[in-house]
Each structure stands twice: as structure tokens, then as C-alpha cells.
């Protein structure tokens, strides 16, 4: 597997006077989690979608395992799977019913599909679900069949559509344990996301995609680092104070204070010669000013920038709500 | 339901161990052949019609209330007796019935074809056509279940063919292999039109001149000459002369050989074109 799991050259696609994809140029290294992070609407599903089989390019190159996906479909169908963002599976049937019946057309006999689909609804924890109706599963069960039905053969690119979109916080969590462990056996997956936190839990690379096109491209620590150098967060006792530790932050750090919806918060970039240290020693001299000033601080951190603030720094508005 | 729901989500934790086993890269099963994959979507059709045993009622139904309706609506006047007219008319209402029934194909992809499971399909390493031969063989059970209602609503009403069992059986597996070649207008325009009303609309526009202007429910020596230059090669015409003498017992090798060539140009032209749309969508 030495040929790059996706390799995309400029490419594009249009639906009518829309351009959807306007040229993208995508490597993605075999065995890693790679994001493609966007708004809706930005472009994401059409290149998933066009990397799948399923659509057409209309421009440039994309090649999976060094196949073309035009010419060389029937090659790239063999070693991918889709989920896509609406159920890949029939409703209609039972959830061992479309496991057996994905095994059939992949060519397993009647009784290996059989012990092939009860051995993964063991695994995704579907068992006692699986006489019933899909459409009678919750959003988490219906995740998972719809993962199980793309893992019928162990695929080597796993394509995830917005995987979590609409899932609650422990349907969503399962997801992404389950995403760790299929890595971990050796399947590279891309994964679109409008969940910053998401890419930044899964992914290795990163992919930000805004208006059919890559606007910036690497690890989550690399898009990070080139906004700033991290990002100072107080939480003060009294509202009352926020004036004050605002001009005391403002003053020490060189930088515009954001004052944030919680009337008790306050938010600051350190930017001290582009340097972690810098910034820590930064925030150190702050608070020690800050108390100083007999401001009451109830919570004060320095992380990295969230790929929130990526985001509105690279596209000028907030990644979510798109 | 939704307690033992909200618990299976609660109690499952992806296990490391289990999920790994599954994950085996094992070497892959040959891929099915065209007739298996086609096959096992046409169990996909079964299955559904198994989960949704109402959608059967349009395919028995319908057919009862247009055998009853045009038997006595039209019976007396045109034959003299309501008895005499289904002697004449029963094939070809049948004929009517399922040819009309076959547009359910239509709409039942686009329907379908809208949902995410398609995609999948479409991811799958198959024989292309398979989704679809294998729904129309779903469908195809589905005309076989119209046929006999109405064959026996005709045996009840009076109807006596002179072919006999074996003419019975005959006249209804030709019909089914027209309305399996027939039903490929019907994947094209699901595919190509946007709605279900709208493939309702067009297959109303194509099946009522082509079951009304044939020789479905009159002799069409009566009719005005361009008329019946058009039920002449009307394949429906030809379909349904071809059942009656099948079920009279004297079968009429020019018009079988006619519905055999109008079945294999409907799925060559049709077949094809519908691949195509299948193949962009």
C-alpha cells in the first residue's frame, strides 16, 4: 500500500451555474483518519460523493489506491465503503436483514452471509435489535447497522459523512471509539465534519474546505499553530469587574480582549513572539496584574486556539452555524 | 419500544476486541454473478413486500374493480350480454390492468432511488443493472398476483377459455414477460423525473391512448381508418391478440413472435437509457 489512499488534482464539480467543487487538491496517507471540515453547503458531500463512484467529476483527477475513480470505478468500489449522512441502509428491513442482504451482493454464500451479519450485530451491540425494522431504531442503532453494513468486507478506505450529525453526546462518543478502532485495524477513513471538536478528536490531518475549495491544510496542532500562539480564557467572581480586568488583560498583552456572552468571561489571544513559552510567561504576569488590581478570577486557563477560532480566523465567520 | 431502545444505546460500549475480530481482511468472496446479484435484490423486493403487505392492495384491488366495471359497464351494449363481451374482453383487460400496474415501478424508484440506501448500491462492486432487474423481479411477482385476480374474478363471472388450463398459464406468462419489458419505461422516468407525481402524471399520458386506442375493449374494424392505423401497431394490440388466441386454445405464432420483438426492443431501448440515467444520477 504504497500509493496515497486518495489522491486528488484539481478537481471540480458543477451542478449547473453552481460550482461545487472548485478545484481540489487532496493527498490523503493510507491508515490515518483524515478530516474535511466545512460549513454545510460547502462542498465536502460532493467530493466524498465523487471519490465514491457516485458522481462524475467534471475536472481534474482523483485516484483511490492509484485508481482512477472514472475510469477504474468497478477497482475503487472493491476497496471502499460509504456511510453516508441519511442512513445507507433499507429502512424498510430489519437490521439483519440488510446485513445479510450487503453480504449476499458481496458474494458470500446464503449461510456465510448469515453467521457474517449476526457476527457483527453481536459487535456493534445489535443482537437483540435485529429482527426488528430500522426505521424503528434510534439515531445511535442506526449509526452503528449503518457502520456495520460498510465493514461487511473490511473495506480499506472508509468514506464517513458527517458520521455524528444529530446524535446525542453518547451515541456520538460510540461513534467515534468505534472510528479509533477500525483505524487501528487498518482502514484509512475520511471523514467530513462540521464538528470542529470532531476533526480535532480523529483526525490526523485536516482538510478545511469553504466554498468548494481547500482554504487550509494539515495536523490540527499546524492549523492551530499558524493563528496564533494559544488563547488566554478568565472566568471572573463578579460581572461587575469585567471593565477593569479587561483594560488590566488589554494593557498586559498588547492584544483586544473579547468579551464573551457569559457576562463573567473574557477572552484573550498571547501573542508573544509566536512562542508557547512567551505565551505562558504572558498569562502568568497577567493574573499576578490581575490580582494586583483586586480582581476576584474564579478560573483562568491558556490552551491552543479551538478550530472554532480557526475556523472564523481563516473563513471570517463562525465555522457552526454554517 | 422506546425504553429497550433508550437501554441497548446505554448499555452498548464499542468493545476493542470484538470490533477488531470482525475486522478481519480475510480474503474477500468472489463477487456474485449478474442472475445472483439480481436475485438477491429481487428478495430485497420480497422482503419489503413482506414488511409492507399493503402495497398489494393496487395490485389486487384495481384489478377487480376495472374487470367489474367495464364488464358491466360496456357488456350489454357492445356484445349483447355481460357473458358474451368477457369471452372477448377478459384478456384484455388483464392485459390493461397489469401493463397499467407497471408504472408502480416508476414510482416505487423514485422513491427509493431518493433514499440513502441507493447510494450504497451504487458503491457496491455488482453487476450495474442488478438493483434494478432485481426490483423489477420484485414487481414481476407483483403482475403474476394481478393476473390470477383477475383470471379468477373472470372464472367466476363466467369467463370459459377453450386453451384450458394450459392457456390460461400461457396467455399470462406472455404478459408477464411484456409487463417485465415494459416496466423499463417506467425505471427511466423514475430516474429522469423529479417527483412521484410527476412520474404518475407522464405514465397517465402514455398508458391511456396506449390501452384505450387498441383492441382492448372493441373491435377496431368499427373505428375511423387513422385510428385504427394506430391500433395496428399498437403493441398492445398485438399483446392482446396474441393472449386471446393463446387462451382459445389455437395460438397465433405471428402475434406471439410480434410481443416477443416489441418485449426485446422495450428493454434494449429502454434498458439502455435507464442504465445511462442510473449510471449519472
Not at chain 1, 453526546?169 to 472510528?179: F, G
Not at chain 1, 499546524?222 to 488590566?248: C, F, M, Y
Not at chain 2, 464499542?14 to 436475485?39: F, I, M, N, Q
Amino acid at each position: 500500500m504504497t500509493a496515497p489512499a486518495i489522491e486528488t488534482a484539481g478537481l471540480i464539480k458543477r451542478f449547473g451555474d453552481n460550482t461545487a467543487v472548485a478545484g481540489v487538491d487532496l493527498t490523503v496517507p493510507p491508515g490515518t483518519v483524515y478530516g474535511l471540515l466545512g460549513p454545510n453547503g460547502a462542498g465536502k458531500t460532493t467530493v466524498v460523493r465523487m471519490l465514491a463512484t457516485l458522481l462524475r467529476p467534471d475536472g481534474g483527477t482523483a485516484q483511490v489506491f492509484g485508481h482512477d475513480v472514472v475510469r477504474q470505478a468497478d477497482a475503487v468500489r472493491s476497496r471502499v465503503s460509504l456511510t453516508g449522512q441519511y442512513a445507507s441502509v433499507d429502512e424498510d428491513l430489519t437490521g439483519s436483514e440488510n446485513l445479510v442482504l450487503l453480504a449476499r451482493l458481496l458474494g458470500h454464500s446464503k449461510p456465510q452471509a448469515r453467521d457474517r451479519a449476526a457476527q457483527l450485530l453481536a459487535a456493534f451491540g445489535l443482537t437483540e435489535a435485529a429482527g426488528r425494522q430500522v426505521k424503528k431504531y434510534s439515531g445511535g442503532m442506526r449509526r452503528r447497522i449503518d457502520i456495520a453494513a460498510s465493514i461487511l468486507n473490511t473495506p480499506d478506505l472508509l468514506f464517513l459523512d458527517e458520521p455524528t450529525t444529530g446524535l446525542d453526546p453518547r451515541s456520538r462518543n460510540q461513534v467515534w471509539d468505534i472510528v479509533r478502532i477500525v483505524v487501528a485495524a487498518g482502514t484509512t477513513v475520511l471523514l467530513t465534519t462540521q464538528y470542529l471538536d470532531e476533526a480535532d478528536q480523529l483526525a490526523g490531518r485536516i482538510a478545511v474546505i469553504d466554498h468548494g475549495k481547500v482554504i487550509a491544510e494539515g495536523t490540527p496542532g499546524e492549523l492551530k499553530s499558524s493563528i496564533g500562539a494559544g488563547t488566554i480564557h478568565v472566568r471572573l467572581r463578579d460581572a461587575a469587574q469585567r471593565p477593569s480586568a479587561e483594560r488590566v488583560l488589554a494593557a498586559v498583552l498588547g492584544t483586544s480582549v473579547q468579551q464573551g456572552s457569559d457576562p463573567v468571561a473574557l477572552t484573550a489571544r498571547a501573542e508573544a513572539g509566536g512562542s508557547d513559552r512567551g505565551a505562558a510567561e504572558l498569562a502568568s504576569q497577567a493574573l499576578a496584574r490581575l490580582a494586583e488590581a483586586g480582581i476576584v478570577v474564579d478560573d483562568f486557563s491558556l490552551g491552543q486556539p479551538s478550530l472554532d477560532e480557526v475556523f472564523l480566523a481563516l473563513t471570517d465567520r463562525p465555522g457552526v452555524p454554517a | 419500544m422506546t425504553t429497550d431502545t433508550a437501554e441497548s444505546v446505554a448499555s452498548y460500549a464499542p468493545s476493542s476486541e470484538t470490533l477488531s475480530a470482525v475486522l478481519t481482511r480475510a480474503e474477500r468472496p468472489r463477487r456474485p454473478s449478474a442472475w445472483t446479484a439480481s436475485l438477491t435484490f429481487g428478495w430485497r423486493a420480497i422482503l419489503k413486500i413482506k414488511h409492507v403487505p399493503e402495497q398489494l392492495f393496487d395490485v389486487t384491488a384495481f384489478p377487480i374493480i376495472m374487470t367489474l366495471m367495464f364488464t358491466y359497464l360496456f357488456g350489454g351494449a357492445l356484445a349483447g350480454s355481460t357473458g358474451e363481451y368477457l369471452q372477448f374482453f377478459l384478456p384484455g383487460i388483464m392485459v390493461t390492468s397489469v401493463v397499467m400496474i407497471t408504472m408502480y415501478t416508476g414510482v416505487g424508484l423514485n422513491t427509493d432511488i431518493e433514499k440513502g440506501v441507493f447510494d450504497r448500491f451504487r458503491t457496491l462492486p455488482v453487476w450495474r443493472p442488478a438493483a434494478l432487474v432485481g426490483m423489477i423481479f420484485g414487481d414481476v411477482l407483483r403482475y403474476i398476483l394481478a393476473a390470477t385476480t383477475i383470471m379468477v374474478v373472470g372464472l367466476i363471472l363466467g369467463f370459459r377459455p377453450e386453451g384450458g388450463f394450459v392457456g390460461v398459464i400461457g396467455g399470462m406468462a406472455l404478459l408477464v414477460v411484456f409487463s417485465f419489458a415494459f416496466s423499463w419505461i417506467w425505471t427511466m422516468f423514475g430516474l429522469f423525473l423529479r417527483s412521484e407525481k410527476s412520474v404518475m402524471g407522464v405514465s397517465m399520458l402514455v398508458l391511456f391512448p396506449l390501452t384505450f386506442l387498441s383492441n382492448v375493449f372493441v373491435d377496431p374494424s368499427t373505428m375511423p381508418g387513422w385510428l385504427q392505423a394506430f391500433v395496428k401497431v399498437n403493441p398492445i394490440s398485438h399483446l392482446v391478440s396474441a393472449i386471446r388466441s393463446i387462451m382459445a386454445g389455437s395460438p397465433d405464432m405471428a402475434e406471439i413472435m410480434w410481443t416477443f420483438i416489441a418485449s426485446a426492443a422495450l428493454v434494449l431501448i429502454f434498458g439502455t437509457l435507464t442504465m445511462r440515467l442510473y449510471n449519472r444520477k
